[in-house]
């Protein structure tokens, strides 16, 4: 009994096509890409918003009396509002937390990028040198080895 072999074109419709990711990766240069750094720089650059937005409280306006002052918090648009006087007047302002989110994590992008160049010495002066080959075994007597192989070559 003898086993028929039959040839069948398997048709794979992904095989040639290469994922997002890697076109993307291919697209920026090295430099340019974000490192997990970011995130940690995001982070720091919002906390700093908060604390600067905390120092900004309107003590004065509440020792004197006057508890009509609202708490802003955000930078450069105020995102959240706490009323002292009526806590359910506090609300979040979802249009400005989105753009202020994108313009610190455009920041932080920023600054990822300019701690890379700063850590990997990638300067102006430093891409002349970068261009530049090294000229391998210049000066090199020949060897016992390389006179062997050159008398049985000729």
């Known amino acids: 009994m003898a086993i028929e072999k039959t040839s069948q074109k398997v048709d794979y419709e992904s095989a040639d096509k290469e994922p997002l990711s890697k076109t993307i ?4 240069p090295m430099e340019l890409r974000s490192t997990k750094k970011i995130n940690t720089i995001f982070i720091i650059i919002f906390i700093g918003v908060l604390v600067i937005s905390a120092m900004q409280f309107p003590l004065s306006d509440v020792m004197n009396g006057q508890f009509d002052a609202a708490i802003k918090i955000g930078f450069p648009m105020h995102f959240l509002k706490l ?4 806590p359910s007047d506090s609300h979040i302002l979802f249009t400005n937390l ?3 989110l994108l313009i610190y994590l455009a920041l932080a992008y920023l600054i990822d990028i300019a701690l890379n160049f700063v850590m990997n010495g990638l300067s102006l002066s430093n891409t002349s ?5 090294p000229v391998v075994f210049d000066n090199q007597t020949p060897t ?3 006179k062997i192989t050159e008398k049985i070559l000729k």
């Open 144 to 146: 016992v080895a390389d």
């Open 98 to 100: 989105i753009l202020d």
């Open 25 to 28: 990766g291919e697209v920026f």
């Open 129 to 133: 040198k970068l261009n530049q080959k």
């Open 83 to 86: 009323s002292l006087l009526v």
